[in-house]
């Protein structure tokens, strides 16, 4: 399947988890790709993982929520391979549980502001970028976009913005070919579950499994797969959230 031969792909986050499995699937299909995250030590380790498999990626350091790195990135991607054919917005945290009222100012700001600006300032590159040519672009929710999650004020509220500003988005920039979409999965088997699962009681990893009407945790490559579908072969979707999460949010 090389339909993307040649084309450029920026993954935020992609030093691990599905971001890592995201570049990879974009770069088996063709792709160049840039792999951006703020651990350099893990960007390159997954630039070297898709070299040794045959394909083409650079790694750039950005913290997605400082506005000259981000800006940095996109004049990077310019730089290494000419132009931007398709972007995932997927860098976030999700680094701790605790009620409203005990949640701190400081806890708030930094997860909105790598979760929620994060995905605006990059939005806003990879557009003017994209302007007059078209593109594909997924920002990477969750089903707390659409979900409250009791403990998780300011990753809910962070993740239903990333819905909300997609769907603003994708409505601004639809008649100039940009399709923009959100990708919103159910628990992933990355290291932001461990670490919540992490804080839970024993045999927190089969609870969550069993939560989910499929009965186990998605590997970041099926993830990747519906990140792939979104940015690249589904044509008429515009401002979509795509749940990806075992059945959890029919219920
Ligand atoms: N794992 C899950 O269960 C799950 C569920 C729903 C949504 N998500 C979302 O998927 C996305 C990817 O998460 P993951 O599960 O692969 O986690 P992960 O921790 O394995 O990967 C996240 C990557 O983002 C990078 N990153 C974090 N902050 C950054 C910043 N400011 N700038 C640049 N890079 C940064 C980290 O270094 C890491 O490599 C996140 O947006 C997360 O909220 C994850």
């Keep these: 399947m090389n339909d993307i031969q040649g084309k450029v792909a920026l993954v935020t986050g992609a030093g691990g988890g599905i971001g890592r499995a995201t570049a990879q699937l974009f770069a088996t299909r063709g792709a160049k790709v840039v792999v951006a995250d703020f651990q350099a030590d893990a ?3 997954t ?3 898709i ?3 045959g394909g083409t990626a650079s790694f750039v350091a ?3 929520s400082v506005p000259e790195q981000v800006a940095a990135l996109v004049q990077q991607v310019v730089a290494l391979y000419g132009g931007l054919d398709y972007a995932v917005n997927n860098a976030g945290i999700d680094p701790e549980f605790a009620p ?3 949640w701190s100012l400081e806890h708030f700001d930094r997860i909105m502001g790598i979760n929620l600006r994060g995905v605006f300032l990059c939005l806003k590159e990879e557009i003017a970028l994209m302007k007059g040519k078209g593109g594909g672009i997924v920002n990477v929710g969750s089903f707390a976009s659409f979900a409250g999650v009791a403990n998780k004020p300011s990753y809910c509220a962070s993740k239903h913005g990333v819905l909300g500003l997609t769907r603003a988005a994708a409505l601004q920039y639809a008649r100039d070919g940009i399709r923009i979409n959100a990708v919103c999965p159910g628990a ?3 290291a932001i579950l461990a670490d919540n699962v992490g804080s839970l009681p024993e045999g927190g990893e089969d ?3 069993q939560n989910h009407p499929i009965g186990r945790i998605a590997t970041p490559e099926e993830i990747a797969e519906s990140i792939y579908w979104a940015a690249v072969s589904a044509t008429y979707m515009i401002g979509h959230g795509l749940i990806v999460d075992g059945g959890l949010a029919a219920g």
């Design 207 to 209: 609870i969550v499994a």
């Design 188 to 190: 992933v088997q990355t």
């Design 47 to 49: 630039v070297a993982l």
């Design 51 to 53: 070299t040794a498999a």
């Design 43 to 45: 960007g390159n380790e």
């Design 100 to 102: 409203v009222a005990d």
């Design 62 to 64: 950005c913290d997605v």
